[in-house]
């Protein structure tokens, strides 16, 4: 058995409306692997008949070797779920609400370990109707954790979490794929996809539209880089005949996108002290995951999903 997942064919409608339409993909042990798609795309429905909430219409689904939808008590002991949000007693203090939840698993982790864990323990003996958003957010991922998962399911698990809770939480999530735990995550922050995923599968219209790496699908054939700028002294249109037409405009910095960076930087330098143009936050970059991916929303680049 050399996939932790294995999707083939998968279809789900809703009346008329194809939710997922035949998407095959696979998920190896120990990778995390990012679902990212629209609103609508069919992201939360795929993983709802991954971890057998929900039933389909065809195709064949194999989650640890079993099939989700006939998952027995076996099957769940193996996989922990992070909901985008979870129906606490708010009178339970965050260590009780752990443990109610450990006494579900024959084999759990320890309730100090996973409380350490997610940054919690601190809030071990407060009611959980006293925590912050993001502090419930965190009891949220350590009920994932509590059972000592082989595949964990997170969606959108850094939702109202603060910038260094994120990176906290991030650092965390990076030695559970060290220690060999499967992850999908499903996610709006494309910088974590960024930062976590190993592969990033794009839904779209219930369809797969890209199922790469990160690396591939940024890479330089995806789209070329961009030189970004703002400037003082002269107008848009006087930028040099060989960048006009690939320059825009938008509050108030230009972007320009070129294949040959370091000609093209030439070339606007020495147009600026010719014109007597003094930039502003002149920088060269490549494309972002987050611009691939709205350019694959819209068609603009194409990747094989096999």
């Known amino acids: 058995m050399s996939q932790a997942i294995e999707v083939a064919g998968l279809s789900k409608r809703y009346g008329d409306l194809v939710a997922v339409d035949e998407i095959s993909f696979s ?25 057998g909430f929900r039933s389909r219409d065809g195709g064949d689904v194999s989650v640890l070797g ?21 129906g606490f007693d708010v009178e339970l203090t965050v260590a009780e609400t752990i443990e109610l939840y450990a006494a579900s698993y024959r084999s759990p982790r320890g309730v100090d370990e996973v409380m350490e864990a997610v940054d919690i323990g601190a809030k071990a003996n407060e009611r959980i109707k006293t925590l912050s958003g993001g502090q419930q957010r965190r009891v949220d991922v350590a009920l994932g954790l509590i059972g000592d998962p082989e595949l964990l399911f997170l ?13 906290a ?5 990076s030695s559970l794929r060290a220690s060999g735990t499967t992850i999908v995550l499903t996610t709006h922050y ?4 960024d930062r ?11 369809r797969v539209i890209a199922d790469a790496t990160p ?18 002294g002269a107008p848009h249109g006087s930028l040099p005949e060989t960048m006009a037409d690939r320059a825009t405009e938008s509050d108030g910095f230009i972007t320009l996108s070129t294949d040959d960076p370091t000609e093209d930087l030439h070339a606007l330098t020495g147009w600026a002290i010719e014109h007597g143009v003094s930039f502003h936050d002149l920088e060269l970059r490549r494309p972002s995951l987050e611009d691939v991916y709205l350019d694959l929303l819209d068609g603009d680049v194409k990747l094989d999903p096999t």
């Not at 990778?31 to 939360?44: M, Y």
């Not at 976590?196 to 219930?206: E, P």
């Open 27 to 51: 998920v190896g042990y120990g990778e995390v692997v990012a679902i990212l798609g629209p609103n609508g795309a069919g992201k939360s429905t795929t993983v709802e008949i991954l971890e």
């Open 66 to 86: 079993t099939d989700p939808a006939n998952g027995d008590r076996t099957l769940r002991d193996r996989v922990g779920i992070v909901l985008q949000s979870s």
């Open 155 to 167: 969606d959108e698990p850094t939702t109202g979490f603060d910038p260094a809770a994120r990176r």
């Open 169 to 173: 939480s991030w650092d965390m999530l």
């Open 190 to 193: 494309m910088d974590e996809a």
């Open 196 to 206: 976590l995923a190993d592969r990033i599968i794009v839904l779209d219209k219930g």
């Open 215 to 232: 690396e591939t699908i940024i890479g330089p054939h995806s789209r070329d880089p961009v030189i970004r700028f703002a400037a003082s």
